[in-house]
């Protein structure tokens, strides 16, 4: 699949099938590219801990919040716990240095003097604030983002699932007080159709996107929408006919709630 129409198909699946397994090579592919995303300083404070419903006790999926919709955590298969390591950013320093020994950073003679006299003591200095929520949960939205890629190049479904419960699944898990979970994310292979009922609303390009100033809308090229849409990045709108009666079909089999929203 090329990148531009596994971007176009990258859909939340909220509807899974809880009777096949996911592969966990499947998942390690999903974590390879998380790893290798991008983070600021290169800090690599993204973890995530997989809980594979196969093998996990049961009180702790028990411990899994039931966030909007409730039913979503009970199907999936697989659920990626994605947590930020506020204590990776007692190493930025270390980071930084590898950066600058890797080729990646800093150039000529003086490189190492000015790391240890700039960059160094900087991050020193910020690294505490830089544990709380901001560029680290950034930087696991990166690669969250570059995983759901290769979960969708793959066949699965995956969707992100808020709670404000974390603290408790925190606590079920054993994770140390460093920590802090910022997103879990259900993974299976979708019970829903390919086109899982179309690319869902967004708001106008011209109303999110600038150009130079805030009152000058982005220049949005006709001829590029249509390229797009030939590589299916670009693809036909929610929702699509037979939406209703594909999602009604997949909750009488699983018997889940009535009328939820999601
Ligand atoms: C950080 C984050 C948290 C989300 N939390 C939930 C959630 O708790 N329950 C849910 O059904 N969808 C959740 N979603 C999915 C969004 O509702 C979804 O991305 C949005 O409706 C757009 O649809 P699309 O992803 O299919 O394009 C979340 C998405 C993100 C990025």
């Not at 950034?138 to 808020?162: F, I, N």
């Amino acid at each position: 699949m090329e990148l531009r129409e596994a971007i176009g198909d990258r859909r939340s699946i909220r509807y899974l099938d809880p009777d096949r397994p996911v592969e966990l090579e499947k998942i390690q592919r999903m974590l390879e590219a998380a790893r290798i995303a991008s983070h600021f300083g290169n800090n690599n404070a993204v973890r995530a801990l997989v809980v594979h419903r196969e093998s996990a006790t049961s009180e702790q999926i028990a411990s899994l919040p039931s966030p909007v919709g409730g039913f979503q955590m009970q199907l999936a298969p697989v659920i990626i716990l994605w947590y930020v390591e506020g204590n990776a950013m007692d190493e930025a320093g270390q980071r930084l240095r590898e950066l600058v020994h890797c080729g990646a950073l800093g150039y000529g003679p003086g490189k190492l003097k000015e790391l240890e006299e700039t960059l160094v003591p900087l991050f020193d200095r910020i690294g505490e604030a830089l544990k709380g929520p901001g560029m680290v949960d950034m930087d696991l939205g990166q690669a969250v983002a570059q995983a759901t890629l290769v979960a969708v190049e793959q066949g699965l479904g995956t969707c992100c699932q808020g709670s404000a419960e974390w603290a408790k699944v925190e606590a079920a898990f054993g994770l140390p007080e460093s920590c802090r979970i910022v997103v879990a994310q259900t993974v299976g292979y979708p019970l829903e159709s390919r086109n899982a009922g179309g690319q869902r609303p967004r708001l106008p390009f011209e109303d999110l996107f600038q150009l130079n100033s805030c009152d000058r809308p982005f220049p949005r090229s006709q001829e590029v929408v249509e390229e797009l849409t030939r590589e299916k990045l670009l693809q036909a709108p929610a929702p699509l006919l037979g939406r209703e009666e594909e999602i009604e079909g997949i909750r009488e089999r699983y018997k889940l709630p009535g009328s939820g929203m999601i």
